[in-house]
Nanobody, 122 residues
Framework: QVQLVESGGGLVQPGGSLRLSCAAS????????TGWFRQAPGKEREGVSC????????YYADSVKGRFTISRDNAKNTVYLQMNSLKPEDTAVYYC???????????????WGQGTQVTVSS
């Protein structure tokens, strides 16, 4: 069974850090592009970051460039999202999903996890 499971969310103060994990079962992540997405209340789901399968190229939304870092541990079949200098506007449910390539629409990604809540508040 193909499954992605996110973890690592929580409540953090502005300027703080969190590391999210996306663990895969039933398939090998380094054969797929893996993306992180987020959805805030009342807003559409948006892409945050992605790491490609072929050469490990990484992509970031402008709003998180310089603050978030995506990485992959092939031995653990897990993709991480290190989030630093968090802002209240980063508050959302964060999801991971897989696709053939990173350069694609949100709806092209599949095997969505259940999401993990990130709340940035003082």
């Amino acid at each position: 069974q193909v499954q992605l499971v996110e973890s690592g969310g929580g409540l953090v103060q502005p300027g703080g850090s969190l590391r999210l994990s996306c663990a895969a079962s039933g398939f090998t992540l380094d054969y797929h592009a893996t993306g992180w997405f987020r959805q805030a209340p009342g807003k559409e789901r948006e892409g945050v970051s992605c790491i490609s399968s072929s050469d490990g190229s990484t992509y970031y939304a402008d709003s998180v460039k310089g603050r978030f870092t995506i990485s992959r541990d092939n031995a653990k079949n897990t993709v991480y999202l290190q989030m630093n200098s968090l802002k209240p506007e980063d508050t959302a449910v964060y999801y991971c999903a897989a696709n053939e390539v990173c350069v694609a629409g949100v709806s092209d990604f599949g095997s969505w996890g259940q999401g993990t809540q990130v709340t940035v508040s003082s």
